[in-house]
């Protein structure tokens, strides 16, 4: 039996320590208060804009800690476990238990096994310094003695609560994990004010032991929970297989919320951020009544919309899953500032790609296109919204052959004016209307209203009417809330922008579409009448209160979208399946539109939704339509917006494409850049090239000498480079093109038109 360490060996040790002490270089002691404020969680926590907790997100792989516990929000269980573990004097002594020191360095002297002498602040004196830090060897005899002078200086600055709660949270559990927040939600997946007495037996016995094989964890738990229930028989046996089960568990997942791809979306916004716009951005968010409080980064999100976005969206999705549609994607945006409210990247569990971000990947946007291009063609006259246009069968001569349009029913209406075209979603009106355009003006101001592109206009050529270019649902979505704003293009935000106002006045958005052109498509795409053609009187894009929407599905039914506006929000949805595979019978009524319904009712639960009033340089009259084949009128008379100057009575069937008398002269064929060759077998005097224009009264000019008069002539081609001009009445060249005509071995006398070869 060995002795018991006696009043004046521990009074020996006490003085060898102390004269050691003086040896050493004196330390600065930190507070309390700048350990708390130093504390990095290895998970940045992702806000909403007002403070409730959306995502947290995994920003540090080298160490796995959580948020900064407050002692009052650890559970009684776990101090008592702590405490009884690790320094059961704690509250006893000042830094030091003596008894303890002694002790241990008398069992070293008759070698036998001993309880460690290190107090709880001592320990957390060693993981606050650096050179005290324990190393792989132990420590040193004089890091020994600098946490002994360090654990002193620290009991007189510190509070034994907060002594306790900067232990807690900084200590070392098991692997990566630090702290008891990290710890408490990766072993048992709750927070530490729910820890009962046996998993507080664990993680006390994880702090002496972080590396130890489960069984022996679980042995030292055993003695912790014996110790702290001494009246109760405690099960070992089940304590070693809830153990086992615990040290395995990894229940805090890296990423852990309602918004993943917005919160590192944001994060990446923030990182990218140059040091002075990164703290307003990153501001600590005040905490809700009633809720944990967190800090963190603040977005614009609104967490109740967020949440309900993403409930809905894949609510609709389980009952999309028999027609082969797994992932989705909507964003919610504020019409006057750009904040974005609600940003859902993918339908979560039920997608393959969850992580993909649908609200920024690139996709075909069918007819969602259509509202911009009709716009465009209203703004520069080209149209008006009670125009005719023909939708029947169509053949448009381009560059790599003859382009024929389809509507989604395969069926044609005949002679439509532009308001039904448009609202009733038919395709071969909206490339007539592009022809007007052409597709390089048409791509140009899409890409002013940040639509992402790739290549030109004429690379797409007419099928660009269709949405045949591939944009992200987060641009698209923006430039509707152009067309909300009446033509005002600005960008999008998540993060705050900073409240404090520039001593100059902010520029204001440009205008990158006529306010009145922008005034009519909203008028169109709100006109339930206007879109009963396709979609029928009882359509779920019908709303209670003023919204205009159009939906759109891209070429095999790959993607399906819903984008719309009210008086003060710019809903976008897409629904499809992020590995590009086809849709089975879904429409833009059952796929997109009924969650894009669903979440403007929630928006206008509580707030109404008014029709925009008309902008100047409006004009609205009664108009009426001539008989069509049938001999009844084309369609019902009505009441239609008009740009001032362009309005007109009566729309009757004409040589024309349409009776706009506004709309100016055009060619129509051949494509800009066309390449001819003459076919060898064919006598050069039999092969012709044919021109086609829009507009009265136009003459035509082939390298600059007349050629014919007329909408359509034929040309005798000779080879070389060659310009088209079309001119109008007055002489004016109104529109060119440039083709060139290849053949070798044709002579020909040198008429001007082209070369010898």
Not at 17 to 28: E, S, V, Y
Request: one cysteine or more.
């Amino acid at each position: 039996m060995q002795p018991a360490p006696s009043a004046f060996s521990r009074k020996t040790l006490a003085a060898l320590l102390i004269a050691a002490a003086w040896t050493l270089p004196a330390r600065a002691v930190v507070s309390f208060e700048e350990v708390k404020r130093d504390f990095r969680s290895s998970d940045t926590a992702v806000l909403d804009r007002n403070g409730e907790l959306l995502q947290r997100v995994r920003t540090d792989p080298t160490v796995r800690r959580g948020q900064w516990t407050a002692l009052a929000d650890v559970s009684p269980a776990l101090r008592t476990a702590m405490v009884l573990s690790e320094d059961k004097r704690f509250y006893e002594h000042s830094g030091i238990d003596w008894r303890a020191v002694s002790a241990a360095a008398w069992g070293n002297l008759w070698n036998t096994r001993t309880r460690g002498a290190s107090t709880i602040t001592m320990q957390l004196s060693g993981l606050l310094d650096e050179d005290l830090r324990r190393s792989s060897g132990g420590r040193s005899f004089t890091q020994k003695i600098g946490q002994t002078v360090a654990a002193a200086q620290l009991e007189r600055n510190w509070r034994k609560d907060q002594i306790l709660e900067a232990y807690l949270n900084t200590v070392p559990f098991r692997g990566e994990i630090v702290g008891i927040d990290a710890l408490s939600r990766t072993l048992f997946g709750k927070a530490p004010s729910g820890l009962d007495a046996r998993e507080a037996s664990v993680a006390a016995a994880l702090v002496r032991a972080p590396n130890a094989k489960p069984a022996m964890v679980a042995q030292r738990a055993c003695e912790v929970l014996r110790t702290m229930e001494p009246q109760q028989k405690t099960d070992c046996e089940a304590l070693d297989m809830f153990t086992s089960a615990a040290v395995q568990r990894r229940a805090f997942e890296p990423n852990e919320g309602i918004a993943p791809h917005a919160a590192r979306r944001v994060l990446r916004e923030i990182r990218d951020a140059n040091a002075a716009a990164a703290p307003a951005a990153a501001s600590a968010a005040p905490a809700p009544k009633g809720k944990e409080k967190e800090t963190g980064v603040r977005t614009t999100l609104r967490a109740p919309l967020q949440r309900f976005a993403l409930d809905t969206l894949q609510r609709h999705l389980r009952e999309l899953r028999e027609r082969h549609v797994e992932d989705g994607a909507l964003v919610v945006l504020d019409n006057a500032t750009g904040e974005v409210l609600a940003w859902v990247g993918s339908s979560g569990p039920l997608s393959q790609a969850a992580e993909v971000d649908g609200v920024t990947a690139l996709r075909q946007p069918g007819s969602t296109l259509k509202p911009l291009l009709y716009a465009q063609a209203i703004a520069e006259k080209r149209i008006t919204a009670a125009s005719l246009i023909e939708d029947s069968s169509a053949q448009i001569s381009t560059a790599s052959g003859l382009y024929i349009p389809q509507n989604y029913d395969r069926r044609f209406k005949g002679p439509v004016s532009a308001r039904t075209a448009l609202a009733a979603s038919l395709n071969v009106p909206a490339v007539r209307t592009l022809v007007m355009v052409s597709p390089e003006a048409f791509a140009r101001e899409l890409r002013a209203a940040g639509l992402p592109l790739r290549e030109s206009g004429d690379y797409y050529g007419y099928s660009l009417a269709l949405g045949s270019a591939e944009v992200s649902l987060l641009s698209l979505t923006n430039a509707y809330r152009m067309l909300a704003n009446g033509g005002r293009y600005g960008t999008t935000t998540l993060a705050p922008r900073p409240a404090e106002k520039s001593k100059t006045a902010p520029a204001s958005p440009p205008t990158l579409i006529d306010p009145r052109a922008a005034f009519i498509v909203g008028d169109i795409l709100s006109d339930p009448n206007a879109r009963t053609r396709t979609f029928g009187l009882d359509s779920i894009l019908s709303t209670r209160f003023w919204t205009a929407v159009k939906t759109g599905t891209s070429k095999d039914m790959r993607d399906n979208w819903a984008v719309g506006w009210s008086q003060r929000y710019t809903v976008g949805v897409w629904v499809g399946n992020a590995s590009g595979e086809s849709m089975w019978d879904v429409s833009g009524t059952s796929g997109a539109a009924p969650v894009w319904a669903e979440v403007m009712r929630f928006l206008h639960a509580r707030e109404p939704s008014r029709a925009p009033s008309p902008p100047p340089g409006l004009v609205q009259m009664q108009v009426s339509f001539g008989p069509g084949a049938d001999g009844n009128p084309l369609e019902a008379s009505r009441s239609e917006w008009f740009l001032q100057g362009t309005e007109q009575p009566l729309f009757a069937l004409d040589t024309g494409m349409t009776t706009d008398a506004f709309a100016p002269a055009r060619i129509t064929a051949p494509a800009d850049g066309t390449i001819i060759a003459l076919d060898p077998d064919i006598p050069p005097q039999r092969q012709r090239v044919r021109f086609d224009s829009e507009g009265r009264g136009v003459q035509w000019r082939i390298d600059g000498k007349p050629l014919a008069r007329g909408n359509t002539v034929q040309w005798f081609p000779w080879p070389g480079r060659h310009l088209i001009e079309l001119v109008d009445a007055g002489g004016k060249v109104v529109d060119q093109r440039r083709l060139e005509v290849r053949g070798a071995g044709v002579v020909a006398k040198n008429n001007g038109s082209g070369a010898r070869r």
